[in-house]
């Protein structure tokens, strides 16, 4: 198993540039969500996903966008990125049901805006 | 939205110190989870906790649910200088709030003393 994947590592962007940050997992997991990490600020959630063709907003939504067209795959748009936005971006994916099981991050996305 | 204390901030180590930490919340939650983050990498699991007052182990790091189930704390033991990192507590509450969307502190930042 690959686990939690992300794509880029590193992205440097202009202010009013759009991209797309990419996420897949291959555990099956019906749960997927985004993060932020801003230094003293810990991790603060974007948008949330509890299953295809389900998302919804967490703590910070705004200028992002998100879809779940697949289990495997939930990708994070910034459509007019600002300097506001630089940040590590972490996707997480875990069972719907936190149960006995947990949450697993993928490796961080490092986004710059100038 | 609901809120996770987690302390201290940071702290300094020197090799062979035990260390501690703690999260805290005014409500109740139904799982404990924390994880450590080395720089440039995604949040690794280290200890689960499911059950109030359930203590586990995993090497040097142990781990409890308070009986309240509104704190948690994490101990190092004779810490070693690949300890230093970001430990972050998260939680799930009990009552699904937050859309059972984990909650997470805002880290304890081990360093080595010089």
């Known amino acids: 198993n690959a686990g939690v994947t992300q794509t880029p590592k590193f992205q440097v962007l202009k202010t009013g540039q759009s991209m797309t940050l990419q996420c897949a997992q291959d555990m099956n997991h019906e749960y997927m969500s985004w993060y932020r990490q801003d230094p003293g600020m810990g991790l603060r959630l974007i948008h949330y996903s509890v299953g295809a063709g389900i998302t919804d907003q967490g703590e910070v939504p705004n200028g992002y966008n998100v879809s779940r067209s697949t289990t495997e795959d939930f990708p994070l748009r910034l459509l007019s990125a600002a300097p506001s936005q630089t940040s590590v971006y972490f996707c997480?994916?875990?069972?719907?049901?936190?149960?006995?099981?947990?949450?697993?991050f993928g490796p961080g996305t490092r986004l710059t805006v100038l | 939205g609901q809120q996770l204390n987690q302390s201290p901030q940071s702290m300094f180590i020197q090799e062979g110190e035990d260390v501690s930490m703690n999260c805290t919340s005014s409500?109740?939650?139904?799982?404990w989870l924390w994880y450590k983050q080395d720089p440039g990498e995604g949040p690794v699991l280290l200890i689960a906790?499911?059950?109030?007052?359930e203590l586990t182990s995993n090497g040097r790091l142990t781990a409890q649910f308070g009986i309240t189930r509104k704190d948690s704390f994490l101990n190092i033991s004779a810490s070693i200088p690949s300890d230093v990192g970001i430990y972050f507590c998260a939680g799930q509450l009990s009552d699904g709030g937050s859309q059972g969307n984990l909650i997470f502190g805002k880290g304890t930042k081990l360093s080595v003393k010089p």
């Open positions: 409500s109740i939650f139904n799982t």
């Open positions: 997480a994916s875990r069972r719907r049901q936190l149960g006995t099981d947990t949450q697993y």
């Open positions: 906790l499911y059950k109030a007052g």
